[in-house]
């Protein structure tokens, strides 16, 4: 039997953040992230001036993208992709050159000093693989991430993609970012 053909992606509705950070602290504790380092952020910008002010959050991690330099720089191979689009770091093959640090269009990996490798965002497929939900979008309680398979036409980020605007960041690298931000 055939496997069915998978590419995971995230869709990001930046509006609905609150700043809690539940994403950033549930990936700390299911990916034991080092204090000082971390696989998702969120971003924070302010528009006008007093009384008039705004502040808008905007959640920030790997992209997995369909294209990524990152894998493409790796002289061990030991960055890599999954069929189903996940990039990865390979711990056992790195030897902590930082190549894909400087390659990634979006600051989205770290070194860790304990290793000596680098490590990013995996999108918990320790748990995905299992049919639960990345830690971050399972614990954010305003459900601003949804993740799901981009080739399942019964999705709600098939759904979501195809109702409304989106845009990713920084399309010119030719990466292909799967990470989508909601307009």
Same mark, same amino acid.
């Given at each position: 039997?055939?496997?069915?053909?998978?590419?995971?992606?995230?869709?990001?509705?930046?509006?609905?953040?609150?700043?809690?950070?539940?994403?950033?602290?549930?990936? $700390?504790?299911?990916?034991?992230?080092?204090?000082?380092?971390?696989?998702?952020?969120?971003?924070?910008?302010?528009?006008?001036?007093?009384? $008039?002010?705004?502040?808008?959050?905007?959640?920030?991690?790997? #992209?997995? =993208?369909?294209?990524?330099? =990152?894998?493409?720089?790796?002289?061990?191979?030991?960055?890599?992709? !999954? *069929?189903?689009?996940? %990039?990865? %770091?390979?711990?056992?093959? =790195?030897?902590?050159? !930082?190549?894909?640090?400087?390659?990634c269009?979006?600051?989205?990996?770290?070194? #860790?000093?304990?290793?000596?490798t680098? #490590?990013?965002? /995996?999108?918990? /497929?320790? !748990?995905?693989?299992?049919?639960?939900?990345?830690?971050?979008?399972?614990?954010?309680?305003?459900?601003?991430?949804?993740?799901?398979?981009?080739?399942?036409?019964?999705? !709600?980020? #098939?759904?979501?993609l195809?109702?409304?605007?989106?845009?990713? *960041?920084?399309?010119? /690298?030719?990466?292909?970012?799967?990470?989508y931000?909601?307009?």
């Amino acid at each position: 039997m055939a496997m069915k053909k998978r590419r995971y992606a995230l869709v990001i509705d930046s509006r609905k953040c609150i700043n809690c950070k539940a994403c950033a602290v549930a990936c $700390k504790a299911e990916n034991e992230v080092p204090v000082g380092n971390f696989r998702n952020w969120i971003n924070e910008s302010h528009q006008g001036e007093y009384p $008039k002010l705004r502040i808008d959050f905007e959640p920030e991690q790997c #992209h997995h =993208c369909t294209n990524p330099s =990152c894998v493409r720089v790796c002289p061990t191979g030991a960055s890599w992709q !999954r *069929k189903d689009g996940v %990039v990865l %770091v390979a711990e056992d093959d =790195c030897i902590g050159c !930082r190549y894909c640090m400087i390659a990634c269009p979006y600051d989205a990996r770290y070194f #860790h000093e304990e290793s000596g490798t680098v #490590h990013k965002c /995996t999108l918990c /497929t320790h !748990r995905i693989d299992g049919g639960v939900l990345p830690a971050c979008v399972e614990t954010c309680p305003s459900k601003v991430r949804v993740f799901g398979d981009l080739e399942d036409p019964a999705s !709600r980020i #098939h759904e979501l993609l195809s109702t409304r605007r989106y845009q990713v *960041k920084e399309p010119q /690298t030719g990466n292909g970012p799967q990470l989508y931000y909601l307009i």
